[in-house]
């Protein structure tokens, strides 16, 4: 590729200034956040500075989420929704899993000229000392595009704009576009984010991209991958979350507590702030009512209930019985709706009870055919972004970058093609 305008004005693109990995990595919260400067996750609050801790991720703590009522998930947003999903579904995560690892089994990344070779290797084990490895930044792209549906890849130069320092794949759920009229294409979407300042267009900016895959007509953004299934894995998290509570009480005995009322009536009766108050009479029951609840709710197991006469203790004397039949077909059903809904693989997901070896191949036939579409888009965005990170210090050449191909027979046709081609 060529890019003049990076060759001929290095000076004027300090780009970790203008936008920068860190500006942008500032910017990855909601606007209401960014409006009141502070930011709260779990039991950390964070400054809106750029020195900020991470916590330590707690997928546990979902479950205290859903075991709030039903109206407050209503009200969730759709990221903290995916999380929880992620965290609790054994579907949706091992979804992720499969969809991770079949999209970036590996990478070839190769270099017609060596000095070009050398300078982007030099870059990609600069990559490692950040990430740890390339390989696992890369799930990080993946992961925001099976999330959201789009990646937002940034490459950032040093203040000189002559040497690339980072390989930034920003949080897709802050891109922003703006539609605006053009006198030659008409109406347009323009990439950019919202800034403290206003709006800062991203699309005039050579090495930032946005890549949104499944979009529909007229709509700049990605189509989260995951976001079919998130509705069901949560429905069937509750589903296991009551069947729980049913299993934790089925044939235990219940005790019933009764309020004697003429007891309390003459109570009532006895006390001149209350008699002939109806709504204090009221209020009065209602209080009696939430001092028993209360003060079951925390005995010991080896504790007595120690009782006024105005409470009347009733021992059942037959448990409970419920009736489950077609429980397991239920959340068979919606096993495969969560599968179906991320577009997995229902044999590598286990949620078929038995398939031939020829019906696996053919999903998985598909399923690698689906994800080798992504990577190709994803590969030339890699191509790209290699080749301006050579271009910016001077150095010309042509990246080649594929992510390896899965199976024996992807192998063997790939060597076919290049046995034909030399």
């Known amino acids: 590729m060529n890019l003049p305008h990076l060759q001929q004005n290095k000076p004027r693109l300090p780009m970790k200034q203008t936008l920068g990995m860190q500006s942008l990595r500032a910017l990855s919260r909601s606007r209401a956040v960014r409006r ?7 039991d950390a609050v964070f400054d809106f500075g750029l ?9 546990s703590a979902s479950w205290r989420t859903l075991e709030t009522q039903r109206k407050h998930l209503l009200n969730l947003p759709y990221s903290r929704l995916a999380q929880i999903a992620l965290d609790l579904s054994p579907e949706v995560n091992k979804g992720m899993f499969d969809f991770l690892r079949f999209a970036n089994p590996s990478h070839i ?10 300078a982007t290797d030099k870059f990609i084990r600069l990559l490692d000392t950040y990430y ?3 390989k696992s930044h890369i799930d990080s792209l993946w992961a925001g595009i099976f999330i959201t549906g789009g990646a937002f890849p940034e490459l950032v130069l040093d203040d000189t704009a002559r040497m690339p320092v980072d390989l930034v794949f920003n949080d897709p759920m802050t891109a922003r576009f703006r539609r605006e009229p053009h006198p030659i294409r008409g109406n347009r979407w323009r990439l950019g984010q919202e800034t403290r ?13 946005y890549l949104g895959f499944d ?24 589903l296991i979350q009551d069947l729980r509570r049913v299993i934790a009480n089925q044939g235990l005995s219940r005790i019933d507590y009764a309020l004697d009322i003429e007891e309390l009536l003459r109570l009532i009766d006895r006390n001149p702030d209350i008699a002939g108050d109806d709504q204090a009479t009221a209020q009065f029951i209602e209080d009696q009512i939430d001092n028993i609840q209360s003060v079951l709710g925390n005995l010991e197991p080896d504790q007595d209930y120690v009782h006024a006469s105005t409470v009347q203790v009733n021992y059942s004397t037959s448990p409970v019985t419920i009736n489950m039949n077609g429980l397991n ?7 495969r709706n969560v599968v179906n809904g991320f577009k997995g693989v229902s044999a590598l997901a286990n949620v078929l009870d038995s398939t ?30 290699f080749d301006a990170a050579n271009q910016v210090q001077g150095i010309p050449g042509e990246t080649t970058f594929m992510f390896r191909r899965q199976r024996t027979a992807d192998k063997k046709a790939t060597a076919e093609i290049e046995k034909i081609r030399t």
């Open 36 to 42: 009141s400067g502070r930011q709260t996750g779990g």
């Open 51 to 59: 020195n900020q801790t991470l916590p330590l991720p707690d997928p």
């Open 109 to 118: 990344l190769q270099n017609l000229n060596e000095r070009a070779k050398s």
């Open 132 to 134: 740890g490895s390339f």
């Open 197 to 209: 300042t206003g709006f800062k267009y991203l699309d005039t900016e050579p090495l930032v991209r």
């Open 215 to 238: 979009k529909l007509v007229d709509n700049p953004y990605g189509r989260p991958i995951i976001g079919p299934s998130v509705h069901s894995s949560i429905f069937l998290l509750g």
């Open 329 to 335: 077909t239920v959340i068979e059903n919606l096993q």
């Open 356 to 385: 031939t070896e020829t019906h696996i191949r053919a999903q998985l036939e598909y399923f690698v055919a689906a994800l080798q579409s992504l990577q190709d888009e994803v590969a030339d965005m890699f191509v790209m972004f």
